[in-house]
């Protein structure tokens, strides 16, 4: 599976982006998706994740309220909605596909990672 994220940019405090996945090669239907970022000198972390059927989402705390995961499987596309964007949101933000298997919020569960976009919020 080779994953592109798209749709990072500037912006300013409280305004919204809408980041896209997508993927070529085989469908993502089978895998579950996350988002992962990593701000400068910090460990990539994880943002948000869902199951490969989508009735499972998770979040880390930072962001739950105002990040929304979502999945189009027939587009072979995941996105991520981020409202109310924080200056601490900076950071490049990393799609990842995974075996269902295994854990949702660690590195160590994707095994298929995209390229990244920048994610720059001003205050």
């Known amino acids: 599976v080779q994953l592109q994220a798209f749709g990072g940019g500037l912006v300013q405090a409280g305004d919204s982006l809408r980041l896209s996945c997508a993927a070529s090669?085989?469908?993502?239907?089978?895998?579950?998706m996350g988002w992962f970022r990593q701000a400068p000198g910090k460990e990539r972390e994880f943002v948000a994740a869902i199951s490969a059927s989508g009735n499972f989402i998770k979040y880390t705390d930072s962001v739950e309220g105002r990040f929304t995961i979502s999945r189009d499987n027939a587009k072979n596309t995941v996105y991520l909605q981020m409202d109310s964007l924080k200056p601490e949101d900076t950071a490049i933000y990393y799609c990842?596909?995974?075996?269902?298997?295994?854990?949702?919020?660690?590195?160590?569960?994707?095994?298929?990672w995209g390229q990244g976009t920048q994610v720059t919020v001003s205050s």
């Open positions: 990842a596909a995974g075996d269902p298997m295994f854990v949702i919020n660690l590195r160590r569960g994707y095994a298929y």
């Open positions: 090669g085989p469908t993502i239907s089978s895998y579950k």
